[in-house]
Protein backbone atom coordinates (compact mmCIF):
# COMPACT_ATOMS: atom_id res chain seq x y z
CA UNK A 1 0.00 0.00 0.00
CA UNK A 2 0.93 3.53 -0.86
CA UNK A 3 1.55 5.76 1.88
CA UNK A 4 1.65 9.33 2.38
CA UNK A 5 3.19 10.52 5.42
CA UNK A 6 2.13 14.26 5.29
CA UNK A 7 2.21 16.41 8.70
CA UNK A 8 -0.68 15.53 11.29
CA UNK A 9 0.41 18.76 13.17
CA UNK A 10 1.89 22.25 11.38
CA UNK A 11 4.93 23.93 13.08
CA UNK A 12 1.94 26.71 14.43
CA UNK A 13 -0.16 23.92 16.23
CA UNK A 14 2.80 21.84 17.37
CA UNK A 15 4.05 25.25 19.19
CA UNK A 16 0.87 26.14 20.64
CA UNK A 17 0.38 22.32 21.91
CA UNK A 18 4.03 22.33 23.73
CA UNK A 19 3.41 25.71 24.92
CA UNK A 20 0.42 25.03 26.77
CA UNK A 21 1.49 21.50 28.16
CA UNK A 22 1.23 21.59 31.90
CA UNK A 23 3.02 19.78 35.06
CA UNK A 24 -0.01 17.39 37.01
CA UNK A 25 0.50 16.43 40.55
CA UNK A 26 0.50 12.30 40.44
CA UNK A 27 -2.84 12.71 42.44
CA UNK A 28 -4.09 14.15 39.25
CA UNK A 29 -3.51 11.44 36.88
CA UNK A 30 -6.20 10.00 34.88
CA UNK A 31 -8.92 13.70 35.16
CA UNK A 32 -10.09 15.27 32.48
CA UNK A 33 -7.12 17.39 31.56
CA UNK A 34 -4.54 14.80 32.06
CA UNK A 35 -6.18 12.41 28.84
CA UNK A 36 -6.71 15.82 26.96
CA UNK A 37 -3.12 16.05 27.78
CA UNK A 38 -2.54 12.75 26.78
CA UNK A 39 -3.80 13.35 23.47
CA UNK A 40 -1.84 15.57 22.50
CA UNK A 41 1.52 14.00 23.25
CA UNK A 42 0.44 11.21 21.06
CA UNK A 43 -0.15 13.82 18.25
CA UNK A 44 3.28 15.44 18.87
CA UNK A 45 4.63 12.07 19.29
CA UNK A 46 4.04 11.11 15.99
CA UNK A 47 4.82 14.44 14.39
CA UNK A 48 8.04 13.69 15.79
CA UNK A 49 8.35 10.41 14.37
CA UNK A 50 7.29 11.82 10.85
CA UNK A 51 9.58 14.44 11.07
CA UNK A 52 12.65 11.97 11.63
CA UNK A 53 12.10 9.45 9.22
CA UNK A 54 11.40 11.87 6.50
CA UNK A 55 14.62 14.33 7.78
CA UNK A 56 12.69 17.26 7.72
CA UNK A 57 12.63 20.23 9.82
CA UNK A 58 12.61 19.28 13.41
CA UNK A 59 9.93 21.87 14.58
CA UNK A 60 8.89 19.49 18.04
CA UNK A 61 12.14 19.10 19.38
CA UNK A 62 12.81 23.14 18.61
CA UNK A 63 9.75 23.70 20.27
CA UNK A 64 10.10 22.20 23.95
CA UNK A 65 13.58 23.55 24.11
CA UNK A 66 12.26 26.94 23.08
CA UNK A 67 9.31 26.55 25.58
CA UNK A 68 11.69 24.90 28.08
CA UNK A 69 9.50 21.80 28.24
CA UNK A 70 11.83 18.94 28.57
CA UNK A 71 11.48 19.21 32.10
CA UNK A 72 8.46 18.96 32.49
CA UNK A 73 8.33 16.15 29.70
CA UNK A 74 10.67 14.11 31.93
CA UNK A 75 8.49 15.04 35.61
CA UNK A 76 6.01 13.58 33.48
CA UNK A 77 7.71 10.24 32.83
CA UNK A 78 9.04 9.76 36.65
CA UNK A 79 5.62 10.49 38.25
CA UNK A 80 3.56 7.84 35.35
CA UNK A 81 6.40 5.57 36.35
CA UNK A 82 5.92 6.12 40.24
CA UNK A 83 2.28 6.05 39.61
CA UNK A 84 2.48 2.30 38.22
CA UNK A 85 4.69 1.75 40.74
CA UNK A 86 2.93 2.37 43.91
CA UNK A 87 -0.84 3.39 43.13
CA UNK A 88 -1.62 0.68 40.18
CA UNK A 89 -1.75 -2.11 42.61
CA UNK A 90 -4.23 -0.82 44.63
CA UNK A 91 -6.00 -0.62 41.05
CA UNK A 92 -5.67 -2.86 39.55
CA UNK A 93 -8.39 -4.81 40.23
CA UNK A 94 -10.71 -2.24 39.26
CA UNK A 95 -9.30 -1.69 36.55
CA UNK A 96 -10.51 -5.11 35.12
CA UNK A 97 -13.95 -3.94 34.86
CA UNK A 98 -13.23 -0.64 33.55
CA UNK A 99 -12.99 0.32 29.94
CA UNK A 100 -10.06 -1.20 27.96
CA UNK A 101 -9.49 1.64 25.96
CA UNK A 102 -9.22 3.57 29.45
CA UNK A 103 -6.67 0.94 31.57
CA UNK A 104 -4.52 0.98 27.54
CA UNK A 105 -4.40 5.08 28.15
CA UNK A 106 -3.22 4.91 31.19
CA UNK A 107 -0.70 2.31 30.43
CA UNK A 108 0.80 3.20 27.48
CA UNK A 109 1.16 7.04 28.65
CA UNK A 110 4.90 6.23 30.20
CA UNK A 111 6.03 4.73 26.74
CA UNK A 112 4.43 7.61 24.94
CA UNK A 113 6.33 10.03 27.12
CA UNK A 114 9.75 7.79 26.98
CA UNK A 115 9.06 7.73 23.02
CA UNK A 116 9.26 11.48 22.77
CA UNK A 117 11.70 12.27 24.94
CA UNK A 118 13.91 9.35 22.85
CA UNK A 119 13.44 11.44 19.78
CA UNK A 120 13.80 14.37 21.38
CA UNK A 121 17.10 13.31 23.02
CA UNK A 122 19.32 12.11 19.85
CA UNK A 123 19.28 16.16 19.50
CA UNK A 124 22.99 17.88 22.13
CA UNK A 125 20.29 21.11 21.98
CA UNK A 126 17.55 18.45 24.25
CA UNK A 127 20.39 17.39 26.22
CA UNK A 128 21.32 20.93 27.39
CA UNK A 129 18.03 22.46 27.85
CA UNK A 130 16.63 19.66 30.09
CA UNK A 131 19.73 20.96 32.46
CA UNK A 132 19.92 18.89 36.07
CA UNK A 133 17.23 16.41 35.02
CA UNK A 134 18.95 14.92 32.95
CA UNK A 135 20.46 13.08 35.87
CA UNK A 136 16.47 11.68 36.84
CA UNK A 137 16.79 10.24 33.31
CA UNK A 138 20.03 8.31 33.60
CA UNK A 139 18.45 7.37 36.42
CA UNK A 140 15.25 6.14 34.96
CA UNK A 141 17.44 4.33 32.46
CA UNK A 142 19.72 2.33 35.15
CA UNK A 143 16.28 1.28 37.38
CA UNK A 144 14.37 0.04 33.59
CA UNK A 145 17.86 -1.47 32.34
CA UNK A 146 18.11 -3.12 35.91
CA UNK A 147 14.26 -4.47 36.25
CA UNK A 148 14.99 -5.80 32.35
CA UNK A 149 18.31 -7.95 33.10
CA UNK A 150 16.30 -9.48 36.48
CA UNK A 151 12.98 -10.45 34.39
CA UNK A 152 14.05 -11.31 30.96
CA UNK A 153 10.82 -11.46 28.95
CA UNK A 154 9.11 -15.13 28.90
CA UNK A 155 8.63 -17.35 25.77
CA UNK A 156 5.99 -16.76 23.43
CA UNK A 157 2.99 -18.44 23.89
CA UNK A 158 0.93 -19.79 20.97
CA UNK A 159 -1.92 -18.11 20.77
CA UNK A 160 -3.19 -19.62 18.19
CA UNK A 161 -3.96 -22.41 20.53
CA UNK A 162 -7.30 -22.31 22.26
CA UNK A 163 -5.67 -23.62 25.56
CA UNK A 164 -4.24 -19.95 25.87
CA UNK A 165 -7.57 -18.92 26.73
CA UNK A 166 -8.76 -21.31 28.46
CA UNK A 167 -8.99 -20.32 32.18
CA UNK A 168 -7.85 -16.45 31.19
CA UNK A 169 -9.00 -13.43 33.25
CA UNK A 170 -8.90 -10.07 32.27
CA UNK A 171 -6.33 -9.53 35.41
CA UNK A 172 -4.23 -11.55 33.39
CA UNK A 173 -4.41 -9.56 30.29
CA UNK A 174 -3.92 -6.63 32.56
CA UNK A 175 -0.72 -7.79 33.33
CA UNK A 176 0.40 -9.01 29.91
CA UNK A 177 -0.37 -5.58 29.00
CA UNK A 178 1.46 -4.09 31.55
CA UNK A 179 4.54 -6.27 31.14
CA UNK A 180 4.17 -5.32 27.46
CA UNK A 181 4.52 -1.92 28.02
CA UNK A 182 7.53 -1.99 30.19
CA UNK A 183 9.16 -4.32 28.00
CA UNK A 184 8.92 -1.25 25.10
CA UNK A 185 10.47 0.98 27.54
CA UNK A 186 13.14 -0.73 28.69
CA UNK A 187 13.94 -1.05 24.88
CA UNK A 188 13.72 2.59 24.66
CA UNK A 189 16.02 3.07 27.34
CA UNK A 190 19.05 1.48 25.79
CA UNK A 191 18.25 4.27 22.87
CA UNK A 192 18.33 6.97 25.51
CA UNK A 193 21.19 6.15 27.30
CA UNK A 194 23.21 5.63 23.55
CA UNK A 195 22.14 8.79 22.37
CA UNK A 196 23.20 10.37 25.99
CA UNK A 197 26.88 9.22 25.82
CA UNK A 198 26.99 10.06 21.77
CA UNK A 199 27.65 13.87 23.52
CA UNK A 200 29.97 12.33 26.27
CA UNK A 201 32.27 15.05 25.61
CA UNK A 202 29.85 17.78 26.76
CA UNK A 203 28.19 16.21 29.44
CA UNK A 204 28.55 18.04 32.92
CA UNK A 205 30.76 16.02 35.30
CA UNK A 206 28.03 15.03 37.41
CA UNK A 207 26.17 13.38 34.49
CA UNK A 208 29.41 11.38 33.46
CA UNK A 209 29.63 10.58 37.50
CA UNK A 210 26.40 9.32 37.25
CA UNK A 211 26.66 7.17 34.39
CA UNK A 212 30.46 5.59 35.16
CA UNK A 213 31.05 5.49 39.01
CA UNK A 214 26.97 5.76 40.54
CA UNK A 215 25.17 3.56 38.18
CA UNK A 216 28.52 2.03 36.91
CA UNK A 217 26.15 1.06 33.29
CA UNK A 218 29.15 -1.61 32.46
CA UNK A 219 27.51 -3.58 34.78
CA UNK A 220 24.20 -3.47 32.87
CA UNK A 221 25.50 -3.39 29.26
CA UNK A 222 27.97 -6.20 29.11
CA UNK A 223 25.22 -8.75 31.09
CA UNK A 224 22.81 -7.07 28.41
CA UNK A 225 25.12 -8.13 24.98
CA UNK A 226 24.97 -11.70 26.77
CA UNK A 227 21.46 -12.10 27.74
CA UNK A 228 20.43 -10.52 24.50
CA UNK A 229 16.71 -9.94 26.20
CA UNK A 230 15.48 -8.15 22.38
CA UNK A 231 15.88 -12.13 20.58
CA UNK A 232 13.73 -15.02 21.30
CA UNK A 233 12.19 -18.00 19.33
CA UNK A 234 8.61 -18.62 19.22
CA UNK A 235 6.85 -21.51 19.39
CA UNK A 236 7.22 -22.30 15.77
CA UNK A 237 10.88 -22.49 16.42
CA UNK A 238 11.67 -19.37 14.44
CA UNK A 239 13.75 -16.34 15.20
CA UNK A 240 12.02 -13.33 16.36
CA UNK A 241 13.83 -9.76 16.33
CA UNK A 242 12.08 -6.57 18.82
CA UNK A 243 12.02 -3.93 16.13
CA UNK A 244 10.09 -1.06 15.85
CA UNK A 245 8.08 -1.72 19.07
CA UNK A 246 7.16 -5.51 18.38
CA UNK A 247 8.81 -8.60 17.79
CA UNK A 248 9.37 -9.49 14.00
CA UNK A 249 9.70 -13.35 12.61
CA UNK A 250 13.46 -13.16 11.41
CA UNK A 251 14.73 -14.90 7.94
CA UNK A 252 17.33 -17.02 7.98
CA UNK A 253 19.66 -15.02 5.67
CA UNK A 254 19.11 -12.31 8.42
CA UNK A 255 20.38 -14.50 11.52
CA UNK A 256 23.91 -12.73 11.21
CA UNK A 257 22.79 -9.20 10.87
CA UNK A 258 23.66 -7.36 14.34
CA UNK A 259 20.03 -5.63 15.81
CA UNK A 260 19.54 -2.02 16.06
CA UNK A 261 18.75 -2.38 19.57
CA UNK A 262 22.20 -4.57 20.02
CA UNK A 263 23.72 -2.00 17.87
CA UNK A 264 22.76 0.75 20.37
CA UNK A 265 24.48 -1.06 23.14
CA UNK A 266 27.90 -1.20 21.78
CA UNK A 267 28.12 1.97 20.50
CA UNK A 268 27.12 2.94 24.26
CA UNK A 269 29.72 0.90 25.34
CA UNK A 270 32.13 2.05 22.78
CA UNK A 271 31.54 5.91 23.95
CA UNK A 272 31.71 5.25 27.73
CA UNK A 273 34.76 2.84 27.41
CA UNK A 274 36.69 5.07 25.07
CA UNK A 275 36.18 7.83 26.41
CA UNK A 276 39.53 9.16 28.18
CA UNK A 277 37.47 11.45 30.86
CA UNK A 278 35.07 8.36 31.63
CA UNK A 279 38.22 5.86 31.46
CA UNK A 280 39.85 8.69 34.33
CA UNK A 281 37.19 8.53 36.37
CA UNK A 282 36.32 4.49 36.43
CA UNK A 283 38.46 3.37 39.06
CA UNK A 284 39.32 -0.51 37.83
CA UNK A 285 39.53 -3.72 40.09
CA UNK A 286 39.92 -6.74 38.95
CA UNK A 287 36.10 -7.61 39.03
CA UNK A 288 35.76 -4.46 36.83
CA UNK A 289 38.30 -5.86 34.43
CA UNK A 290 36.49 -9.41 34.37
CA UNK A 291 33.35 -7.87 33.09
CA UNK A 292 34.77 -5.56 30.64
CA UNK A 293 37.00 -8.44 29.17
CA UNK A 294 33.75 -10.54 29.11
CA UNK A 295 32.92 -8.64 25.52
CA UNK A 296 35.66 -9.98 23.62
CA UNK A 297 34.01 -13.41 23.00
CA UNK A 298 31.42 -11.74 20.94
CA UNK A 299 34.04 -9.16 19.02
CA UNK A 300 34.37 -11.80 16.53
CA UNK A 301 34.80 -10.47 12.19
CA UNK A 302 31.08 -10.49 11.35
CA UNK A 303 30.28 -7.74 14.47
CA UNK A 304 33.84 -5.58 13.82
CA UNK A 305 32.13 -5.70 9.83
CA UNK A 306 28.96 -4.34 10.87
CA UNK A 307 30.89 -1.66 13.51
CA UNK A 308 34.00 -1.00 12.08
CA UNK A 309 35.01 1.29 15.16
CA UNK A 310 34.95 -1.69 17.63
CA UNK A 311 38.06 -2.24 16.41
CA UNK A 312 39.38 0.31 18.35
CA UNK A 313 37.81 -1.03 21.32
CA UNK A 314 38.89 -4.56 21.10
CA UNK A 315 42.90 -3.40 20.80
CA UNK A 316 41.98 -1.40 24.12
CA UNK A 317 40.82 -4.52 25.48
CA UNK A 318 43.17 -6.59 24.77
CA UNK A 319 45.66 -3.86 26.26
CA UNK A 320 43.86 -3.94 29.29
CA UNK A 321 44.11 -8.21 29.75
CA UNK A 322 48.07 -7.94 29.74
CA UNK A 323 47.79 -4.88 32.43
CA UNK A 324 48.05 -5.28 36.44
CA UNK A 325 45.21 -3.71 38.30
CA UNK A 326 46.33 -1.91 40.85
CA UNK A 327 43.62 -0.58 43.34
CA UNK A 328 44.30 2.60 45.31
CA UNK A 329 42.53 3.86 47.06
CA UNK A 330 41.49 7.68 46.76
CA UNK A 331 40.78 9.85 49.56
CA UNK A 332 38.73 12.52 47.75
CA UNK A 333 35.86 14.01 48.71
CA UNK A 334 33.40 14.11 45.88
CA UNK A 335 29.99 16.70 46.17
CA UNK A 336 27.47 15.00 43.76
CA UNK A 337 24.18 16.11 43.16
CA UNK A 338 21.85 12.99 43.17
CA UNK A 339 18.65 12.04 41.75
CA UNK A 340 15.98 13.51 43.82
CA UNK A 341 12.64 13.93 41.26
CA UNK A 342 11.14 10.37 43.16
CA UNK A 343 11.79 11.82 46.86
CA UNK A 344 10.11 14.93 46.40
CA UNK A 345 6.87 13.16 44.44
CA UNK A 346 7.20 10.63 47.23
CA UNK A 347 6.77 13.03 49.88
CA UNK A 348 4.16 12.68 52.65
CA UNK A 349 2.01 11.04 49.99
CA UNK A 350 -1.04 8.24 51.07
CA UNK A 351 -0.84 5.68 48.03
CA UNK A 352 -3.72 4.28 49.41
CA UNK A 353 -5.69 7.28 49.83
CA UNK A 354 -4.71 8.70 46.30
CA UNK A 355 -6.09 5.53 44.54
CA UNK A 356 -9.40 4.99 46.16
CA UNK A 357 -9.60 9.05 45.46
CA UNK A 358 -8.36 8.32 41.75
CA UNK A 359 -11.04 5.38 41.73
CA UNK A 360 -14.20 7.86 43.28
CA UNK A 361 -13.54 10.56 40.52
CA UNK A 362 -11.63 9.44 37.38
CA UNK A 363 -12.03 5.97 36.75
CA UNK A 364 -15.87 5.41 37.27
CA UNK A 365 -16.88 2.35 35.42
CA UNK A 366 -20.00 3.94 33.67
CA UNK A 367 -18.37 7.22 32.78
CA UNK A 368 -20.33 8.63 29.67
CA UNK A 369 -17.25 10.38 28.47
CA UNK A 370 -15.40 7.11 27.37
CA UNK A 371 -17.46 6.86 23.98
CA UNK A 372 -15.85 10.13 23.75
CA UNK A 373 -12.33 8.84 24.22
CA UNK A 374 -12.98 6.14 21.73
CA UNK A 375 -14.25 8.04 19.13
CA UNK A 376 -11.21 10.44 19.64
CA UNK A 377 -8.51 7.75 19.78
CA UNK A 378 -10.07 6.02 16.24
CA UNK A 379 -9.59 9.01 15.00
CA UNK A 380 -6.17 9.67 15.70
CA UNK A 381 -5.10 5.75 14.74
CA UNK A 382 -7.15 5.86 11.70
CA UNK A 383 -4.62 8.38 9.54
CA UNK A 384 -2.85 6.15 7.34
CA UNK A 385 0.33 7.59 7.89
CA UNK A 386 0.62 5.54 11.62
CA UNK A 387 0.58 2.31 9.83
CA UNK A 388 3.75 3.39 8.00
CA UNK A 389 5.16 4.67 11.78
CA UNK A 390 4.18 1.59 13.64
CA UNK A 391 4.78 -1.26 11.14
CA UNK A 392 7.52 0.51 8.90
CA UNK A 393 7.28 1.64 5.56
CA UNK A 394 7.86 -1.17 2.11
CA UNK A 395 9.15 -1.09 -0.43
CA UNK A 396 6.86 -0.52 -3.50
CA UNK A 397 8.70 -2.27 -6.26
CA UNK A 398 9.40 -5.59 -4.01
CA UNK A 399 7.32 -4.76 -0.49
CA UNK A 400 10.88 -5.21 1.59
CA UNK A 401 11.48 -2.49 4.34
CA UNK A 402 12.11 0.55 2.73
CA UNK A 403 14.66 3.41 3.69
CA UNK A 404 14.77 5.31 1.01
CA UNK A 405 11.61 8.41 -0.57
CA UNK A 406 10.88 9.13 -4.10
CA UNK A 407 13.04 12.54 -4.22
CA UNK A 408 10.50 14.64 -5.96
CA UNK A 409 7.13 13.19 -4.48
CA UNK A 410 8.36 12.02 -1.45
CA UNK A 411 5.24 9.72 -0.90
CA UNK A 412 6.90 6.76 -2.43
CA UNK A 413 9.20 4.52 -0.56
CA UNK A 414 11.68 2.02 -1.99
CA UNK A 415 14.36 -0.70 -0.25
CA UNK A 416 16.61 0.15 -3.17
CA UNK A 417 17.97 2.14 -5.86
CA UNK A 418 17.71 -0.50 -8.22
CA UNK A 419 13.71 -1.27 -7.40
CA UNK A 420 13.49 2.73 -7.55
CA UNK A 421 14.61 2.61 -11.32
CA UNK A 422 12.45 -0.42 -11.81
CA UNK A 423 9.35 0.87 -10.61
CA UNK A 424 10.01 4.46 -12.03
CA UNK A 425 7.60 3.79 -15.25
CA UNK A 426 4.71 3.04 -13.25
CA UNK A 427 5.40 5.54 -10.58
CA UNK A 428 6.09 8.62 -13.37
CA UNK A 429 2.71 9.73 -14.02
CA UNK A 430 1.31 9.24 -10.07
CA UNK A 431 4.45 11.39 -9.19
CA UNK A 432 3.76 14.02 -11.52
CA UNK A 433 -0.01 14.33 -10.47
CA UNK A 434 1.49 14.97 -6.58
CA UNK A 435 3.91 17.45 -7.62
CA UNK A 436 1.51 19.47 -9.77
CA UNK A 437 -1.26 19.18 -6.38
CA UNK A 438 1.41 19.92 -4.49
CA UNK A 439 2.52 23.04 -6.35
CA UNK A 440 -1.44 23.98 -6.56
CA UNK A 441 -1.95 23.99 -2.73
CA UNK A 442 1.56 26.00 -2.32
CA UNK A 443 -0.60 28.43 -4.64
CA UNK A 444 -3.39 28.70 -2.66
CA UNK A 445 -1.85 28.72 0.72
CA UNK A 446 0.28 32.04 -0.12
CA UNK A 447 -2.79 33.62 -1.85
CA UNK A 448 -4.50 32.99 1.58
CA UNK A 449 -1.74 34.33 3.40
CA UNK A 450 -2.07 37.39 0.94
CA UNK A 451 -4.85 38.09 1.81
CA UNK A 452 -4.87 38.12 5.70
CA UNK A 453 -1.55 40.50 4.88
CA UNK A 454 -3.99 43.16 3.27
CA UNK A 455 -6.48 42.80 5.67
CA UNK A 456 -4.00 43.41 8.55
CA UNK A 457 -2.58 46.33 6.70
Keep these: MNIQLTDILTAYEAEHYIESLQIFEITELGCKKWFTQDEILQKLNFQAHINAITRSDEFIMEAFCTFDKIKPLIYDLIMTEMWKQYV ?6 HFTELSSIRSYTILQHEAIVCNLLQICLFHRTSIESSEGYILEVVDYCNRKLTALLQKPPAKKIDKKNIDYYKNRTKEDEIDEQFQNVEFQIQMMCLSI ?3 ITDHIKHLPINILHQIIVENDFFFLLVPLIEEKPWLRINHNNEREVFEQSKWITLNKEDYSKLPKI ?3 LWITIYNLFMDPESRRKYELNDFKKSNLLRLRKFMNELLLDQIPQLVDMLRSLEELSLMQVQTQSKNTIVVQQLPELRMA ?8 SIAQKQKEEYFQINDPSIKEDIKRMAELYSNTVFEGIIDGFKCEKCTKEATKRCSRCKQVWYCSKDCQVGDWPKHKLNCQIINTQKQEDTKQVDKQ ?9
Design 262 to 264: EAQ
Design 88 to 93: FPYLKS
Design 345 to 352: ICKDKNWS
Design 449 to 457: SDKLLDQID
Design 193 to 195: IRF
